[in-house]
């Protein structure tokens, strides 16, 4: 059975920084792109950033262009987010996801407040 | 452009079909995927590529695309296809990608 399992959300300051993580299991983690979306609250979905199969190929929304940067350990079977100088409007659920052009599955998301 | 437009709110009777549309220009050149959002929960594909239905999605949901218009449809619509949807592909430059603002779906 596929999973995705994130973590590492939380309460944080403005300008303050945080670092997501996704465990994957239940495929060969290392054949898939693998993505991370957002949801502020009440808003809709938002891809934040792309990473392909070897982590050469990485793509980010404009919004956070410079800020985040998104990496994998395939030995590890994860993804992370690791998110700098936050703002209020990078408050969301963020999303780890499976896939490039489609996302066939996801996690149940974590939670980033920035607030303080 | 990078922009995917979906009408905020559609209804459908129970039992009759309601298509779903997402309008860009990118489309033009990139096929849509589809996102079924239930309240307090993670989105599900309902369908990718041409018109591909994952495994487990009935065979109600179907996908089409025209012009710089994908569309969704659901044929024969049930109360628990009440939900947001969200269309999703990539802009026109090929290597940013973004999704529609949603489609709030009510079955009467």
């Known amino acids: 059975e596929v999973q995705l399992v994130e973590s590492g959300g939380g309460l944080v300051q403005p300008g303050g920084s945080l670092r997501l993580s996704c465990a994957a299991s239940?495929?060969?983690?290392?054949?898939?792109?693998m993505s991370w979306v957002r949801q502020a609250p009440g808003k809709g979905l938002e891809w934040v950033a792309n990473?392909?199969?070897?982590?050469?190929?990485?793509y980010f929304v404009d919004s956070v262009k410079g800020r985040f940067t998104i990496s994998r350990d395939n030995a590890k079977n994860s993804m992370y987010l690791q998110m700098h100088s936050l703002r209020a409007e990078d408050m969301a659920v963020y999303y780890c996801?499976?896939?490039?052009?489609?996302?066939?599955?996801w996690g149940q998301g974590t939670l980033v407040t920035v607030s303080s | 452009s990078s922009e995917l437009t979906q009408d905020p709110a559609v209804s459908v009777a129970l039992g009759q079909t309601v298509s779903i549309t997402c309008q860009g220009d990118?489309?033009?050149?990139?096929?849509a995927s589809w996102y079924q959002q239930k309240s307090g929960q993670a989105p599900v594909l309902v369908i990718f590529?041409?018109?591909n239905r994952p495994s487990g999605i009935p065979d109600r949901f179907s996908g089409s695309s025209s012009g710089n218009t994908a569309s969704l449809t659901i044929t024969g619509a049930q109360a628990e296809d009440e939900a947001d949807y969200y269309c999703?592909?990539?802009?026109?430059?090929?290597?940013?990608?973004?999704f529609g603002g949603g489609t709030k779906l009510t079955v009467l």
């Open positions: 996801a499976r896939g490039v052009d489609s996302k066939d599955y």
């Open positions: 239940g495929f060969t983690f290392s054949n898939y792109w």
């Open positions: 990473i392909n199969q070897d982590g050469s190929e990485k």
């Open positions: 990118s489309l033009r050149s990139y096929y």
């Open positions: 590529g041409k018109n």
């Open positions: 999703y592909s990539r802009d026109s430059s090929g290597n940013h990608w973004v």
